[in-house]
């Protein structure tokens, strides 16, 4: 096996690969239009990769919404102790001649899940970093070691016995795109935000998407963008590709789907989460794509929400919510209380999906009928179940 290797990786939640691919193609058949997306490989539960492709990079860590990191993978070993880890990699360094990295950058080195590497995480680390500077020595490229301000931020990850070293495209976690100011106490991140949208099975083209417990609205923001193929990054950030030599020729990212109105709905109950969520949608670019319909969903006429609907020009719907899961309710009954009336509330949406994630054991006896769909999913910490109803 040759220690070189040259893939696109899309490293998302474990459960996510299917919609990870997903999404990537739906991005590269409107924006690669003569590009063929190979199939691809899955690796573990959260990741996907795929031949290196510049363009397709970049699409990847500028559009797509639902991973958690896109890396290019360049090296791989399957050595088990340090010594040959570091002469494969200077071998295979020294033969390189991808311009991954430059005269004079700055590079910083973090390792995740090597647990099981016989060695510990500081000394894969430190093996790493040395074996990559005198690769680079070797062909006359100067690197320095920063790991505060790095111009390339290198992830050495195991894979099933395999170490696996890659650039990182974004350099900062996707999920953090910069539109988030504030939010509750329990937020749910962006990139799980996005990943609820998608296997909602959300058509912005046909129906409208309703989040009746809102918080700080990072599900109608995700969705908003995910209709209209927004660019991540907002606020002044930008990935670490933008001045990356193999992407500088690559122009400025603009919407894909730009003429895309989506049907969107609000509802908070939380005063002051209701104006953080205003504020975060102004932030975020979205304040005209989502109606803000009151506060207690409770209050909220589902035949006239559907009457809203169809005066926006959409027929059917979808309700996509993370409903709390205990924290902040006070008592088992208080929580029992608002997923039963959640469910009786959806359940007048007659022809409307329903798709929640949720931490809670007692939520589908009280939140009533039978979901099509049962999906273990994390929340951060939690082990929560997505549950996709049709009513």
Same mark, same amino acid.
Request: a neutral charge; charged letters at 30%; hydrophobic letters at 40%.
């Given at each position: 096996?040759?220690?070189?290797?040259?893939?696109?990786?899309?490293?998302?939640?474990?459960?996510?690969?299917?919609?990870?691919?997903?999404?990537?193609?739906?991005?590269?058949?409107?924006?690669?239009?003569?590009?063929?997306?190979?199939?691809?490989?899955?690796?573990?539960?959260?990741?996907?990769?795929?031949?290196?492709?510049? !363009?397709?990079?970049? =699409?990847? *860590?500028?559009?797509? #919404?639902?991973?958690? +990191? &896109?890396?290019?993978? $360049? @090296? %791989?070993?399957?050595?088990?102790?340090?010594?040959?880890?570091?002469?494969?990699?200077?071998?295979?360094?020294?033969?390189?001649?991808?311009?991954?990295?430059?005269?004079?950058?700055?590079?910083?080195?973090?390792?995740?899940?090597?647990?099981?590497?016989?060695?510990?995480?500081?000394?894969?680390?430190?093996?790493?970093?040395?074996?990559?500077?005198?690769?680079?020595?070797? !062909?006359?490229?100067? =690197?320095? *070691?920063?790991?505060? #301000?790095?111009?390339? +931020? &290198?992830?050495?990850? $195991? @894979? %099933?016995?395999?170490?696996?070293?890659?650039?990182?495209?974004?350099?900062?976690?996707?999920?953090?795109?910069?539109?988030?100011?504030?939010?509750?106490?329990?937020?749910?991140?962006?990139?799980?935000?996005?990943?609820?949208?998608?296997?909602?099975?959300?058509?912005?083209?046909?129906?409208?998407?309703?989040?009746?417990?809102?918080?700080?609205?990072?599900?109608?923001?995700?969705?908003?963008?995910?209709?209209?193929?927004?660019?991540?990054?907002?606020?002044? +950030?930008?990935?670490?590709?933008?001045?990356?030599?193999?992407?500088?020729?690559?122009?400025?990212?603009?919407?894909?789907?730009?003429?895309?109105?989506?049907?969107?709905?609000?509802?908070?109950?939380?005063?002051?989460?209701?104006?953080?969520?205003?504020?975060?949608?102004?932030?975020?670019?979205?304040?005209?794509?989502?109606?803000?319909?009151?506060?207690?969903?409770?209050?909220?006429?589902?035949?006239?929400?559907?009457?809203?609907?169809?005066?926006?020009?959409?027929?059917?719907?979808?309700?996509?919510?993370?409903?709390?899961?205990?924290?902040?309710?006070?008592?088992?009954?208080?929580?029992?209380?608002?997923?039963?009336?959640?469910?009786?509330?959806?359940?007048?949406?007659?022809?409307?999906?329903?798709?929640?994630?949720?931490?809670?054991?007692?939520?589908?006896?009280?939140?009533?009928?039978?979901?099509?769909?049962?999906?273990?999913?994390?929340?951060?910490?939690?082990?929560?179940?997505?549950?996709?109803?049709?009513?």
């Amino acid at each position: 096996m040759s220690p070189i290797v040259d893939r696109l990786r899309l490293v998302g939640i474990p459960g996510s690969n299917r919609v990870m691919a997903g999404e990537l193609s739906r991005l590269a058949r409107r924006a690669l239009s003569e590009f063929r997306l190979e199939e691809p490989k899955k690796q573990g539960l959260g990741s996907v990769t795929y031949p290196f492709d510049a !363009r397709l990079g970049w =699409l990847a *860590v500028q559009h797509h #919404r639902t991973s958690a +990191r &896109v890396l290019w993978d $360049l @090296y %791989e070993s399957r050595a088990a102790r340090l010594e040959p880890l570091f002469a494969e990699l200077v071998a295979a360094g020294t033969d390189d001649s991808r311009p991954w990295c430059w005269d004079g950058a700055k590079l910083s080195v973090d390792a995740f899940g090597v647990d099981e590497f016989a060695a510990g995480e500081r000394q894969v680390v430190g093996t790493v970093k040395n074996a990559l500077i005198e690769a680079a020595a070797q !062909r006359k490229i100067r =690197l320095e *070691v920063d790991p505060e #301000r790095p111009d390339i +931020r &290198v992830q050495v990850r $195991l @894979y %099933e016995g395999t170490l696996v070293v890659s650039l990182d495209l974004s350099g900062r976690p996707m999920h953090m795109r910069g539109y988030r100011m504030e939010a509750g106490d329990a937020p749910l991140r962006e990139d799980l935000a996005a990943l609820l949208v998608m296997l909602s099975r959300y058509d912005a083209r046909t129906e409208a998407l309703v989040d009746p417990l809102a918080g700080s609205g990072t599900i109608l923001i995700e969705a908003a963008c995910l209709a209209k193929g927004r660019p991540v990054w907002m606020s002044g +950030r930008k990935p670490d590709a933008e001045r990356h030599p193999v992407f500088e020729t690559f122009a400025r990212p603009a919407p894909l789907f730009g003429d895309t109105a989506p049907v969107l709905f609000a509802s908070e109950i939380d005063r002051h989460l209701r104006e953080t969520m205003e504020r975060t949608f102004v932030t975020a670019g979205v304040e005209r794509d989502v109606a803000i319909l009151g506060g207690d969903f409770r209050n909220i006429d589902p035949k006239l929400l559907m009457d809203r609907a169809r005066a926006r020009g959409v027929e059917r719907g979808v309700i996509v919510t993370n409903p709390p899961y205990g924290q902040r309710m006070g008592s088992p009954e208080a929580l029992w209380d608002l997923y039963r009336d959640l469910g009786e509330w959806c359940w007048q949406l007659k022809g409307w999906r329903h798709a929640v994630i949720v931490a809670n054991p007692d939520f589908p006896e009280a939140f009533g009928g039978r979901p099509r769909i049962a999906k273990p999913l994390r929340n951060g910490p939690l082990r929560g179940y997505f549950y996709l109803y049709e009513s």
